[in-house]
């Protein structure tokens, strides 16, 4: 079992940053992908961004140019650095972590962002 502890949501203007933190209680390099997806009200889980163990990333389209993932791994954690906050990013992020070979997930608890106008 993996232990999954996300922090770093709140409140905050539009043009505003903000960064999530995702830290796993085993070492990162026993996940094939690592990623941060989020949920608005009335609205599906969309995938943001991921990051394999070789450092590949890809990002949603809405995203790119704003927000960076990036990982710590003597941390066991992973990053994502939101720039440039709109109202329309507002919803509840999620990190997920996808462990090398069975490809189990596992999700975080979620981490409310809301982006005022």
């Known amino acids: 079992q993996v232990q999954v502890v996300e922090s770093g949501g709140g409140l905050v203007q539009s043009g505003g940053s903000l960064r999530l933190s995702c830290a796993a209680s085993?070492?990162?390099?026993?996940?094939?992908?690592m990623g941060w997806y989020r949920q608005a009200p009335g609205k599906q889980r969309e995938v943001v961004a991921s990051?394999?163990?070789?450092?590949?990333?890809n990002y949603v389209d809405s995203v790119k140019g704003r927000f960076t993932i990036s990982r710590d791994n003597a941390r066991n954690t992973v990053y994502l650095q939101m720039n440039s906050l709109k109202p329309e990013d507002t919803a509840v992020y999620y990190c997920?972590?996808?462990?090398?070979?069975?490809?189990?997930?596992?999700w975080g608890q979620g981490t409310q962002v809301t982006v005022s106008s």
């Open positions: 085993r070492t990162i390099f026993s996940f094939y992908a």
């Open positions: 997920n972590l996808v462990v090398l070979g069975d490809r189990t997930n596992y």
């Open positions: 990051i394999t163990t070789s450092g590949s990333t």
